[in-house]
C-alpha cells in the first residue's frame, strides 16, 4: 500500500512524497512505516506508543478516527493511506479583524 507523507515529515523518509508499504491493517502499514524510517517514531506516536492526536490519518479519504475499527481496520494493497499532521494556527493583529 500508499502512504503518502506530509512536506514536513518527508524530511524523515528520505524527503519521498509517497512510501509503499505491507500492512494488513492500518496500524500494521503505519508500524511498517516506522520501521523503514525510524525517526518518524516520535513525530506519529507519543511514548506510551499511540498515534499521536494531532497526526491525521486517512485511508482512501476516510478519516480513521471515525471508521469503526479505527486504527486496526484492515487494509489491502490497493489502499493508500495519507497522514496529515494538524496545524495550530496564532491570532493575527486585532486591528486586521480576524481577531475576535
Do not use: W
Not at 511498517?32 to 516520535?42: I, K
Amino acid at each position: 500500500m500508499k502512504i503518502h507523507i506530509p512536506t514536513p515529515l518527508r524530511a524523515y523518509t528520505d524527503k519521498q512524497e509517497t512510501v509503499t508499504v505491507t500492512g494488513a491493517s492500518v496500524d500494521g502499514a503505519l508500524k511498517a512505516l516506522v520501521a523503514a524510517h525510524p525517526a518518524l517514531q516520535q513525530h506519529l506516536y507519543s511514548a506510551d506508543g499511540k498515534l499521536r492526536s494531532f497526526v491525521n490519518v486517512y485511508l482512501n479519504d476516510e478519516d480513521v478516527r471515525y471508521l469503526p475499527a479505527k486504527e486496526e481496520t484492515p487494509t489491502s494493497e490497493n489502499d493508500e493511506l495519507t497522514i496529515i499532521p494538524s496545524i495550530a494556527g496564532g491570532c493575527c493583529r486585532p486591528s486586521d479583524g480576524c481577531c475576535r
